[in-house]
């Protein structure tokens, strides 16, 4: 799938997605993590409700390669 193919939004949410649970697991557990809980939460809601999904582009396989060019752009 070509990356190129997503719409800009969905990529950045995906990518904050990522951002967000890495700062979720690597928290200090004496921080409350609810802000991090519920950045998740809102991302994911984005994420899946975007109108992107509807077919024929809203494939499996392209959740996956979203999925995946989103993990690459944060990882540490």
């Known amino acids: ?8 939004d969905l990529v950045e949410a ?3 997605w ?3 649970y890495w700062d979720l697991a690597t928290a200090d ?5 609810a802000a991090h809980r519920r950045r ?10 975007h109108p992107y999904w509807q077919p024929p582009a809203g494939t499996p396989a392209a959740r996956m390669a979203l999925k995946e060019l989103a ?5 540490p």
Do not use: E, K
């Not at 799938?1 to 800009?8: D, G, I």
């Not at 557990?29 to 993590?33: I, M």
């Open 1 to 8: 799938m070509n990356p190129s193919t997503f719409p800009s």
């Open 14 to 16: 995906q990518t904050a």
């Open 18 to 20: 990522y951002a967000t």
């Open 29 to 33: 557990p004496a921080v409350s993590t």
């Open 40 to 49: 998740l939460q809102d991302l994911s809601r984005r994420i899946a409700g």
């Open 71 to 75: 993990r690459v752009r944060v990882q």
